[in-house]
C-alpha cells in the first residue's frame, strides 16, 4: 500500500530539477521526462521513482517469463528496461560482440518514494514503511541547490571521442548489407555503429541536463543502477498500454534542422515526399502491424498517422502510429514480448534483418535500441526506444553512444553515414564542450 499526498511547488521547473539533483543519494533512479510535449498519448509531464524496495535483475534467459511472474507478483509501480539483447529469449539468436558498458539484460525495481508530475501539480506516493519520511524528503528537494562543483565538472579533461567503426568501413559493411538486399534475404535493416571514449569521467547529472537542453524530446530519460547509467534524449515511443488499448509510434526518416525559418520549412517539407524515407517508415509500420496482431482484437489493428513529420530541436522525424485493442488475459509482459525488439531498430523481416545486425555491428547493442518504461499497478506501460543516448559505466570509466540508420535498396552509403552523424550530434556535443 501507498500513502498518497499532493504537493504544488512555487516553480514545477525549479522543483523538477531539485528533483533530479535530490536523486544522487539513491542507488536506484529512473527519470522520466516528457518536457511538455503534451500530445494525445501523453499522461504525465515528469515521473520520478527512486529507492528500490523489490527488483529483478537478470540475463535473457528465461527473462520475459521473470518480468511476467515479477510483475503479476508486486502488481505495483515497477521502473527498470529492456535491452536489446533480450531478442535472445524470443528467438534462437546470439549476442557475442564487444560489449563496454556490461548492463545486465534486464532491470527493474520497485520503487519506495515516487513523484508523478502533471501541469503545476505534484502526486507523491510512498510506500507505507517510508510515509513518515514525505514531508522531510519534500523540505530536502526544496533546499536542494542546483549546481555541481568545478572538482566535478566534465571539462577537467578532454573527452576523446573513438568510432568503433571508421569510415571506409563503414560504407564497406553497408554494401554487404545493400548484398543481402538485393538477394532477397531483407528488405530493409537498421545499422547501428558505436561512438566510445576510455578512461573516462563524467558527471551524470550535468551531462543529462546539457543534452536535455538542447534536444527537449518527449521521452528523456535519467536512469542509474549502482555504477551504470543512461543519459536519454530519445523521442521516440516503443509501446504504450492504456486500457485495453496498445500504441505504437515508430520512427523512420530523419532530416536536419536549418536556423533559416524558410530553408528548415523546406527540409520538412522534403522529408515528408522523400520516397525513400517513406519507404522506409511504411515498411516499419507494416512490421509493427504484424507484430501488434498476435495479441490484438480481430480487426483491431489500425494506423492512426501514417509518415507525419514532426520537428524537434535537433532534427525533423517522420513518425506513424499504429494502435490496436488487446485481447482479454493478455498479460503486460506478453505484449512486450511479442513485440521486442521494436521494428524500427530491427528491420524487416525481423528475424534474418537481427541476424545480419548481429554479423556486421561490432558492438554489442546493450540498452542502446532496447527500452525504459515503467509498469503501473493495473498493468498498464509506456516504454520508449532508446536512442539519442549517452551510456556511461562510472566504475569502467567508458563511455559510449551508438548512431544507426535504415539500410533500403535505395540507400546511399555516404548518405547513411551523414544521417548518422547527424543524430551523433547532440551527444558528441555535450561530451566534447
Not at 518514494?113 to 530536502?140: H, P, S, T, W
Not at 490484438?296 to 530541436?313: I, N, P, Q, T
Request: glycine letters at 4%.
Amino acid at each position: 500500500m501507498r500513502t498518497r499526498k499532493t504537493h504544488q511547488p512555487e516553480s514545477i521547473e525549479n522543483f523538477k530539477q531539485q528533483l533530479l539533483f535530490w536523486t544522487q543519494q539513491f542507488d536506484d533512479v529512473v527519470w522520466l521526462n516528457s518536457n511538455n510535449h503534451n500530445e494525445k498519448y501523453s499522461t504525465y509531464d515528469a515521473v520520478l521513482a527512486v529507492d528500490a524496495f523489490t527488483s529483478i535483475k537478470t540475463d535473457y534467459t528465461n527473462a520475459f517469463k521473470k518480468l511476467n511472474d515479477y510483475q503479476s507478483m508486486t502488481k505495483d509501480w515497477l521502473f527498470g528496461y529492456l535491452t536489446y539483447d533480450l531478442k535472445n529469449d524470443i528467438e534462437a539468436l546470439t549476442s557475442n560482440n564487444f560489449d563496454g558498458l556490461q548492463f545486465p539484460d534486464l532491470y527493474f525495481f520497485q520503487p519506495k518514494k515516487l513523484f508523478l508530475i502533471k501541469g503545476d501539480k505534484v502526486e507523491v506516493q510512498y510506500l507505507r514503511m517510508v510515509d513518515d519520511e514525505i514531508e522531510a524528503d519534500l523540505q530536502d528537494i526544496k533546499a536542494f541547490i542546483c549546481s555541481n562543483s568545478d572538482e566535478n565538472s566534465n571539462n577537467e579533461s578532454q573527452i576523446k571521442i573513438k568510432l568503433r567503426i571508421h569510415k571506409d568501413e563503414y560504407f564497406s559493411k553497408v554494401e554487404r548489407m545493400l548484398a543481402h538486399i538485393h538477394r532477397g534475404d531483407i528488405y530493409e535493416a537498421n545499422f547501428c555503429q558505436e561512438f566510445y571514449a576510455e578512461d573516462t569521467q563524467i558527471q551524470p547529472i550535468e551531462t543529462f541536463n546539457k543534452l536535455n537542453e538542447i534536444s527537449k524530446p518527449p521521452f528523456a530519460t535519467f536512469l542509474k543502477m549502482d555504477d551504470k547509467y543512461l543519459l536519454s534524449a530519445s523521442p521516440e515511443r516503443y509501446l504504450k498500454k492504456q486500457g485495453s488499448t496498445v500504441i505504437s509510434q515508430p520512427i523512420k526518416g530523419t532530416a536536419k534542422r536549418s536556423e533559416n525559418k524558410k530553408e528548415d520549412k523546406q527540409l520538412a517539407e522534403g522529408l515528408a515526399k522523400d520516397d525513400k524515407e517513406r519507404s522506409e517508415n511504411i515498411m516499419i509500420v507494416d512490421l509493427v502491424r504484424n507484430d501488434l496482431s498476435y495479441t490484438a482484437k480481430k480487426g483491431s489493428v489500425k494506423v492512426d498517422e501514417l509518415c507525419k513529420v514532426y520537428s524537434f530541436l535537433q532534427v525533423h522525424q517522420m513518425i506513424s502510429t499504429v494502435v490496436s485493442e488487446v485481447k482479454e488475459n493478455v498479460t503486460p509482459a506478453e505484449l512486450l514480448r511479442t513485440t521486442f525488439p521494436m521494428g524500427s531498430m530491427t528491420g524487416a523481416p525481423k528475424i534474418s534483418a537481427m541476424q545480419i545486425i548481429e554479423d556486421l555491428e561490432e558492438t554489442k547493442r546493450g540498452l542502446y535500441s532496447g527500452s525504459v518504461g515503467h509498469f503501473t499497478p493495473d498493468g498498464d506501460f509506456d516504454f520508449n526506444v532508446i536512442i539519442r543516448s549517452i551510456l556511461y559505466n562510472q566504475t569502467q570509466k567508458y563511455v559510449s553512444y551508438s548512431v544507426g540508420s535504415a539500410i533500403t535498396a535505395k540507400s546511399n552509403p555516404l548518405k547513411e553515414y551523414e544521417e548518422c552523424l547527424i543524430k551523433a550530434k547532440a551527444m558528441r556535443e555535450v561530451l566534447e564542450n
